[in-house]
């Protein structure tokens, strides 16, 4: 018997009821550090925010996270002049382990009207618009989420910096860092990582880099952050950065061309390229296009630019039968002007 998907889509997106004169959709960005509400006005095509604290159960607890989707929402709509029975649709892409754990908490809160969902749903949403796709994500951490033609979900990958997060930022520092200690032990090839290394930590020697790792210690972020300076090297012509990159994008790929077969998609459909590693340009995303193109060599890549509120927007969409109904770009344009405001 095949085994159930990591992440599953609830029957609110599987099987939307279409809703009839819906001006006013709400969708949340719950995340370890911050959370954002969006209250979209389809009539005046205008979105007013509403922000909170950190929603991630895993960082703070299930009380303490209710608090911060539900206090952001109600900012929001304190600003757009509505209130819950206004909302055509409700739609919260958290973070954390337990997507169940917190959709049953928010339920408990607020009732039924809630859906809550894996954030690497919402994340899958701004590549695809909700409909059938791949999202794949690398920023400090990296995730693969897809829908096939029958709606189906499957996901690769994110399991951690310990036991995962392939191609990521992290993946990429850490084994940059791995690289150069070798080159410095002589039991690999030589590479400028090293110096790449001591200059962006502020280090006289790569062993000083080493100790810094693990007596600081320093953080997951602060290790991703060093994979742009290893792309600055692989850029340079250095070989070992060079191999490193494509490998890390080849590993992402082969989780991108397992939730393909996974979901059966077929044919053209969009694979969206979402987080910051994607920013080290083409030494990443050749070798990226190559892996994805011999699992789906008529597939659209393309990165994608819309802030995470964005797909739980769409998702929100999605739940009132309006798939398609809402233009990305626009979307895209009315949250940047209204986080720059």
């Given at each position: 018997?095949?085994?159930?998907s990591l992440v599953e889509?609830?029957?609110a997106?599987?099987?939307p009821?279409?809703?009839e004169?819906?001006?006013?959709?709400l969708g949340?960005?719950g995340?370890?550090?911050?959370?954002l509400?969006?209250v979209?006005?389809?009539?005046?095509?205008s979105?007013?925010?509403g922000?909170?604290?950190p929603?991630n159960e895993d960082?703070v607890?299930?009380e303490a996270?209710?608090?911060?989707?539900?206090?952001?929402?109600?900012?929001?709509?304190?600003?757009?002049?509505?209130?819950e029975?206004?909302?055509?649709?409700?739609v919260?892409?958290?973070?954390?382990?337990?997507?169940?754990?917190i959709?049953g908490h928010?339920?408990?809160?607020?009732?039924?009207?809630?859906?809550?969902?894996?954030?690497?749903?919402?994340a899958?949403?701004t590549?695809?618009?909700?409909?059938?796709?791949?999202?794949?994500?690398?920023?400090?951490?990296?995730?693969?989420?897809?829908v096939?033609a029958g709606?189906n979900g499957?996901?690769?990958?994110?399991?951690g910096?310990?036991?995962?997060d392939e191609?990521?930022g992290?993946?990429l520092g850490s084994?940059?860092?791995?690289a150069a200690l070798?080159d410095?032990d002589?039991?690999?090839?030589?590479t400028e990582?090293?110096?790449?290394?001591c200059?962006?930590?502020d280090c006289?020697?790569?062993?000083?880099?080493?100790?810094l790792v693990?007596s600081?210690?320093?953080?997951k972020?602060?290790i991703?952050?060093?994979?742009?300076?290893s792309?600055?090297?692989?850029?340079?012509?250095?070989e070992?950065a060079?191999?490193l990159?494509?490998?890390?994008?080849?590993?992402?790929g082969?989780?991108?061309?397992?939730?393909i077969a996974?979901?059966?998609l077929?044919?053209?459909?969009?694979?969206?390229l979402?987080?910051?590693t994607y920013k080290?340009g083409?030494?990443?995303?050749?070798?990226?296009r190559?892996?994805?193109?011999?699992a789906?060599?008529?597939?659209?890549?393309?990165q994608?630019?819309m802030?995470?509120a964005g797909g739980s927007l769409?998702l929100?969409?999605?739940?009132?039968g309006?798939?398609?109904?809402?233009?990305?770009?626009?979307?895209s344009?009315l949250l940047a002007?209204a986080l720059?405001a």
């Open positions: 018997m095949p085994l159930p889509l609830p029957p997106l599987t099987s009821t279409p809703c004169g819906v001006r006013w959709l949340v960005d995340g370890a550090t911050k959370t509400a969006a979209l006005d389809l009539q005046a095509r979105l007013h925010l922000h909170a604290g929603s960082a607890g299930a996270a209710v608090a911060a989707l539900t206090g952001a929402a109600e900012a929001a709509m304190a600003g757009a002049g509505v209130s029975r206004d909302l055509g649709a409700i919260a892409a958290v973070a954390g382990t337990d997507t169940a754990s959709a928010v339920r408990d809160a607020r009732g039924e009207g809630w859906v809550v969902v894996n954030d690497v749903v919402g899958w949403a590549a695809t618009g909700g409909g059938p796709g791949v999202g794949a994500i690398s920023g400090t951490g990296s995730n693969v989420f897809g096939g709606g499957w996901r690769t990958g994110g399991w910096h310990l036991l995962g191609g990521s992290f993946w084994e940059s860092i791995r070798k410095r002589a039991s690999g090839p030589p990582l090293g110096r790449a290394a200059s962006h930590f006289p020697t790569i062993e000083a880099v080493a100790s693990y600081k210690p320093l953080t972020a602060e991703s952050a060093f994979a742009v300076e792309a600055r090297v692989a850029e340079g012509g250095d070992v060079v191999e990159f494509a490998r890390g994008a080849r590993m992402l082969d989780q991108v061309a397992a939730v996974q979901t059966a077929e044919g053209s459909f969009p694979i969206g979402i987080g910051s080290a083409e030494i990443y995303l050749a070798p990226l190559e892996r994805i193109g011999r789906a060599p008529s597939a659209q890549i393309s994608v630019e802030p995470p769409l929100a969409a999605v739940v009132c309006m798939r398609g109904q809402l233009d990305p770009d626009e979307l344009g002007a720059a």
